[in-house]
């Protein structure tokens, strides 16, 4: 049994214009200790995809439809008194923006320790301190640092302290929404090569959201590609950077520089992401595919295997 299960999820924003179909019909599954990258274009349905895992969605979004299950907990339909125990505890979110995330006013070590007092009634403040404290040695942060503000410390560091603090209750999975962003290079590989060691040292299973696919490529086992509130491509990271399937995968692979291939110039896709009160019918990448026919006008692609554990929904391989 997968550790996450995602099945067939439908989260939309219900606005004065109509429901933003942000995610439609999404489905993947995260096994004990994998990592997984959930890539794709900003406004792609990426980050609506983990606040419908623990269910913290603005209050215009809803899940519509599918199902997300925790091992066998069916966590769509557990009310909310029920959900306390899965967040933190079972899965921990990283949000981007690691200043934005931390509360100024207070201290990073309090910060942790109030988030242990919050989600485990049987611990006392000391031993809440002293977890803190190996939390921070994990990720790389002096003990001494407990007592610093957000304000002083640095961009990396506090993006380390989340990192921290979402590991306060030993969740078995932990998303993490750009972790880099905001980060220059150097910091950014830091955070991520401290991931990737926690990842290994706890056997946490990671889903790490990002736009950039050379940072899954580094770190992950799978990787799932979003367009438009939909996964469009799924496989291994091997399988995904050997023979991208779809369309939208190789345009995103060739935006990127490579620095191992020959040198060749890059090329952006064509266009812009649709608007998903409206989205074209049919393929939603049709009006910026080069391969478009006239089938992927009428018709939804479904995703289907075209190769051992790599799926794709395009008609090049499918419906012909
Ligand atoms: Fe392009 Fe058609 Fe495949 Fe969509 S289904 S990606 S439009 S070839």
Redo the contacts with the bound molecule.
């Keep these: 049994m997968s550790l996450l299960n995602v099945e067939n999820l439908k989260t939309y924003y219900f606005t004065k214009r109509g429901p933003v179909k942000a995610v439609d019909d999404v489905s993947f599954q995260v096994e004990e200790g994998q990592a997984m990258g959930l890539a794709g274009e900003s406004g792609c349905g990426k980050t609506t995809v983990a606040l419908s895992i623990i269910k913290v969605l603005p209050s215009r979004g809803k899940i519509v439809g599918g199902k997300v299950s925790l091992k066998n907990l069916d966590i769509t339909t557990i009310p909310e008194k029920q959900m306390k125990n899965v967040r933190w505890k079972r899965i921990s979110l990283v949000f981007q923006g690691a200043m934005n995330a931390l509360d100024p006013l207070y201290s990073l070590g309090d910060q942790i320790v109030e988030a242990i007092l919050t989600h485990e009634s049987k611990i006392n403040k000391k031993e809440a301190m002293n977890r803190a404290e190996k939390l921070l040695q994990l990720v790389g942060i002096e003990r001494n640092r407990l007592k610093s503000y957000p304000h002083e410390l640095s961009g990396g560091m506090r993006q380390r302290g989340l990192i921290a603090m979402a590991l306060a209750c030993n969740p078995e999975l932990l998303i993490a929404d750009e972790p880099g962003t905001a980060l220059d290079v150097i910091v950014q590989a830091q955070v991520l090569n401290i991931m990737e060691d926690l990842r290994r040292k706890l056997n946490l299973a990671v889903i790490l959201i990002t736009h950039d696919l050379s940072i899954i490529a580094d770190t992950c086992d799978k990787v799932a590609i979003m367009y438009a509130g939909k996964v469009?491509e799924h496989a291994s990271v091997s399988d995904l950077f050997e023979e991208p399937l779809?369309?939208?995968t190789q345009g995103l692979i060739q935006a990127f520089p490579n620095i191992k291939s020959r040198r060749t110039r890059m090329r952006s896709i064509p266009g812009s992401p649709p608007d998903l009160l409206d989205p074209p019918m049919?393929?939603r990448?049709?009006p910026r595919?080069p391969?478009?026919?006239s089938?992927?006008m009428e018709k939804e692609?479904s995703a289907q295997m075209a190769k051992r554990e790599h799926s794709v929904?395009?008609?090049?391989y499918h419906d012909t």
């Design positions: 469009v779809h369309p939208y049919g393929c990448f049709h595919c391969y478009a026919k089938l992927c692609p929904a395009c008609h090049l």
